[in-house]
Antibody, heavy 121, light 105 residues
């Protein structure tokens, strides 16, 4: 059974860069059938898509975050990562990694449990 | 950019039918997905491509999509259905609705 597990620092200072990793087990990132993505949720608020990546390295980004975000994949470790720079308190959120089907119209059908990131000095 | 509008909250009596709407311009031309999120948990896909249920999702959950409104219907609502529900489409980018909090009375 596919499992996704986020890992990250928990607390990051304003203006710094957040680095998160999603470790995938029970399935391969190299699958040609899926994309892999990051979604976040500020406390008490809704879901916001951040970015998506294919195992080959093809990426897409939320235009509102694109200038600060980088998503990457490490197929040898079966992990993909997110970097978000120039953090502000508005970036405080639970960050989820998830799997999406090959089509842009496919849903995110499997999610990690999320990792809470607090931006605070 | 494309916007999806959901009511902040809905309530339903135990055992009755809940309907949660997701409004967007000509949304009938898009594939709509629905996620259930219980407190402290990750979202779970309950309906995909308007009407399809993933394995393990009860038949009480159904979806429809027409005109400018997609609807998630929960029949015979149970206490365990109390959750936030989000709709999602793709329109140049992945877009989520703001979410509806369902209360089962």
């Amino acid at each position: 059974q596919l499992q996704l597990q986020e890992s990250g620092p928990g607390v990051v200072k304003p203006s710094e860069t957040l680095s998160l990793i999603c470790s995938v087990s029970g399935g391969s990132l190299r699958s040609s059938s899926y994309y892999w993505g990051w979604i976040r949720q500020p406390p008490g608020k809704g879901l916001e898509w951040i970015a998506t990546i294919y195992y080959s390295g093809t990426t897409s980004y939320n235009p509102s975050l694109q200038s600060r975000v980088t998503i990457s994949v490490d197929t040898s470790r079966n992990q993909f990562s997110l970097k978000l720079n120039t953090l502000t308190v508005a970036d405080t959120a639970k960050y989820y990694c998830a799997r999406r089907g090959i089509s842009v119209s496919d849903p995110f059908d499997s999610w990690g449990q999320g990792t809470l990131v607090t931006v605070s000095s | 950019s494309y916007e999806l509008t959901q009511a902040l909250s809905e309530s339903v009596a135990l055992g009755q039918t809940a309907r949660i709407a997701c409004e967007g311009n000509n949304i009938e031309n898009k594939n709509v997905h629905w996620y259930q999120q219980k407190p402290g948990q990750a979202p779970v896909l309950v309906i995909y491509r308007d009407i399809h249920r993933p394995s393990g999702i009860p038949e009480r959950f159904s979806g429809s999509n027409s005109g400018n409104t997609a609807t998630l219907t929960i029949s015979a609502a149970q206490a365990g259905d109390e959750a936030d529900y989000y709709c999602q489409v793709w329109h140049s980018n992945t877009v989520f609705g703001g979410g509806t909090k369902l209360t089962v009375l």
